[in-house]
């Protein structure tokens, strides 16, 4: 596995440039040297996948997302699946974190919908 230290992605080991931000990818990252990871779940396209992450992040849970990006992306926005991975430590916290993240969507659209 690989990572973008720009996006904090992972990607396979074939890929060499990050598919997003075309940034070197590299073997590992320093901030999460120290850090075992565990899988919390796996997301469809790229939205839903940043939302959890931008939670886990305010929460101060260390987390990446994996994808396995084809050549040429499908329609922008979906068909691309994602793994979330987050520090074992915290994968408990991340759980119930991930459940009021699936409350909410299916209660109300998103904040950021409504301005735009
Ligand atoms: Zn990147």
């Known amino acids: 596995m690989k990572f973008c230290p720009d996006c904090r992605s992972a990607y396979k080991d074939e890929i060499e440039k990050c598919p997003d ?11 999460f040297e120290n850090i075992e990871f565990a899988e919390l779940c796996d ?6 996948a940043n939302l959890i992450v931008d939670v ?16 040429i992306y499908p329609i922008p926005g979906e068909g691309i699946q994602f793994t979330v991975y987050v520090n074992r430590e915290k994968l408990e916290q991340a759980k119930s974190l991930l459940e009021d993240i699936e409350k909410s969507e299916e209660m109300e659209p998103l904040p950021d919908d409504e301005s735009t």
């Open 56 to 71: 886990l992040e305010d929460n101060d849970i260390e987390c990446y997302l994996y994808s396995e990006p084809v050549h």
């Open 21 to 31: 931000c075309g940034t070197a990818l590299v073997e590992k990252l320093e901030e």
């Open 43 to 48: 997301v469809e396209g790229p939205f839903k």
